[in-house]
């Protein structure tokens, strides 16, 4: 049973591009969260998709968007890059039925130069 | 708002010596409370969490947390650690709304 995966694992951008990261969720899981860790930092939450709409939105601005697919797979757009979106990217994902039980997939290291 | 605090930013053991990392959250209601550890160069696992009831929680490795509602806290405990516990450990609240907040993080290194 794969878990959580993520693509790619590694990303270098420039200033001002737009990147897009995937995320496949675990089996038998149809939400999807999305959190930015920091260096240094705790993840915190950007968003969570469920039936292919945004349920929960954290402190993020609208630079970045994202999108479930029917299979529950999720994408994280950011547009725009900024230095300070250098981070790592983690998806994590659950089903409704026991929502607290969250997996984390291994991460998309973002680097903007 | 919720929030986590995590006091001990890097903690430096040596082997079978006790550990305790303390975690405190702010949130009025309800709140379910994680222990995540993520090993270096792996992803974010589930170390244990309290729901409900008894409030001392057992978890993988031997690890335990103790629920205190009353002083907001959830320290996290090992008798006896190993090297191999070297990582880093997040404390996380799932209180008001569908989301995790976590804290800070605590990098701990376990000397031989």
């Known amino acids: 049973d794969a878990g959580v995966t993520q693509s790619p694992t590694h990303l270098i951008k420039t200033r001002g591009q737009q990147v897009t990261l995937r995320c496949s969720p675990k089996s038998g899981h149809d939400t999807v969260s999305w959190y930015q860790q920091a260096l240094g930092q705790g993840p915190q939450f950007i968003f969570q998709?469920?039936?292919?709409?945004?349920?929960q939105r954290g402190n993020f601005p609208d630079r970045f968007s994202g999108h479930q697919f029917p299979n529950y797979s999720s994408e994280l757009n950011v547009n725009a890059l900024l230095l300070g979106d250098s981070a790592l990217y983690l998806c994590?994902?659950?089903?409704?039925?026991?929502?607290?039980?969250?997996?984390f997939g291994p991460g998309t290291r973002l680097t903007v130069t | 708002a919720q929030s986590v605090s995590q006091h001990n930013h890097h903690v430096i053991l040596s082997e079978a010596a006790s550990l305790e990392l303390g975690c405190n959250y702010s949130y009025g209601g309800t709140v379910n409370l994680f222990w995540y550890v993520q090993y270096p160069g792996q992803h974010l696992q589930l170390l244990l969490k309290?729901?409900?009831?008894?409030?001392l929680v057992k978890g993988i490795k031997g690890f335990e947390a103790e629920f205190i509602k009353s002083k907001f806290s959830f320290n996290l405990r090992k008798p006896s650690v190993q090297w191999s516990d070297t990582a880093e450990y997040f404390c996380?609240?799932?209180?008001?709304?569908?989301?995790?907040?976590f804290g800070t993080g605590t990098q701990l290194k376990v000397e031989l």
């Open positions: 996380a609240v799932w209180g008001g709304g569908n989301k995790l907040t």
């Open positions: 998709y469920y039936e292919e709409e945004e349920r």
């Open positions: 309290y729901f409900s009831g008894d409030p």
């Open positions: 994590a994902s659950t089903h409704q039925g026991s929502m607290y039980e969250q997996y």
